[in-house]
């Protein structure tokens, strides 16, 4: 069993997550791989004291490309899960806030 605080790895915070946040109150998070929108939804609503209406997963592939070096060498990071949290009217994610 994985603790509220395992299952939120970090905040992904982007041009594009901020305008995310200030224009459809919906806020991206990075998960953790086993971790399902359930498990969002009671982690983000118990960490940070808010009403969550919607949560939508996105897995992203892992990219690949070329070592420096020997250009033979094939280098694969790894996959991203993604968490995409829309909250309800008036709340708010202080950590989020920034220049507005």
Known sequence: ?????????????TEKTNELAFKLNQ??????GDSNRTMVKE???????VNVIR??????PGKSKRNA??????????VI??????????DKIPFFEGVE
């Open 1 to 13: 069993m994985t603790s509220k605080y395992e299952i939120l790895r970090r905040p992904l915070i």
């Open 27 to 32: 806020y991206v998070f990075e998960v953790s």
């Open 43 to 49: 982690a983000v609503e118990s960490i940070f004291k």
């Open 55 to 60: 949560v939508n997963i996105i897995t992203a």
């Open 69 to 78: 070096k020997s250009r033979r060498t094939i280098l694969k990071k790894p």
């Open 81 to 90: 899960k993604k968490a995409i949290v829309t909250l309800a009217e008036g």
